[in-house]
């Protein structure tokens, strides 16, 4: 996401001057090209010169823009080795987490389920309509893969923040990663209407530090590390 980013703004640049150039041409057509200026107007029957270079041009442009593009959203695709997978499901109108990667020191996966906190029991700085109960904990600086599917209907995972937005599918698993780099508290929202509490499935995904994602998964599981 970080890549696309760039790249964006990098070609943000060329953009403009391509629409410089063109509002520059349009102006120039309107104000040479008068009928007050040519009264009787010269006949083209063809040009064949301009046609190949209006046509060549627009398309070395778009060749470079759509070359780095596939290789973005290829790289985006591929899964680097990944420390965890997080498993999300979709349900009316909450959602549920599973660490599975902990079996080898548990005997079972971490699940839990996250739902909004109603308005009358939010604490001092908590956001409204944003919170939930049980917060997504995730270690910073690590590769980890999501795994993403629904129970009932469809729903959509989405934190914009973290350039995330993945349908969750019933009966079907939809893959993405993320690459963390500063620990924070980063909030989305379910973004597939999905039934009459649409938009009370927030997600809040919290990134810390490895030690105190351990700690925290220590905390959850009962599991010694060293053992």
């Keep these: 996401m970080e890549g696309i980013i760039n790249f964006h703004h990098d070609l943000m640049f060329f953009l403009i001057i391509v629409t410089v150039f063109v509002c520059w041409m349009l102006f120039r ?16 029957v063809h040009g064949a010169t301009i046609e190949i270079i209006w046509t060549t041009i627009p398309a070395l442009i778009l060749l470079t823009v759509a070359v780095p ?3 973005l959203l290829y790289s985006m695709d591929e899964i680097i080795d990944p420390i965890i997978t997080l498993k999300v499901i979709g349900s009316q109108w ?4 599973e660490y599975s990667d902990n079996l080898e020191f548990a005997d079972e996966p971490l699940i839990f389920d996250s739902y909004m906190v109603q308005e009358n ?15 997504v904990v995730v270690p910073t600086n690590s590769h980890i893969r999501v795994l993403i599917t629904a129970s009932d209907v469809l ?58 994602y351990l700690v925290w998964l220590k905390n959850k599981v009962n599991f010694d590390f060293d053992a």
Aim: charged fraction near 20%; charge should be negative; glycine fraction near 8%.
């Design 29 to 44: 057509v309107v104000t040479l090209f008068d009928e007050k200026k040519n009264p009787i107007p010269a006949t083209f």
């Design 69 to 71: 593009s596939f290789a």
């Design 121 to 135: 029991d939010l604490e001092i700085g908590q956001f409204r309509l944003l919170e939930v109960d049980n917060r």
């Design 155 to 212: 729903h959509s995972w989405a934190v914009p923040s973290l350039g995330i937005k993945l349908d969750a599918c019933p009966g079907r698993l939809n893959q993405t990663s993320m690459y963390i780099k500063r620990e924070g508290v980063f909030y989305g929202q379910c973004s597939e209407i999905c039934g009459i509490n649409h938009g009370f499935m927030p997600i809040v995904v919290e990134a810390v530090s490895l030690e105190d």
């Design 94 to 97: 909450y959602w549920s987490y």
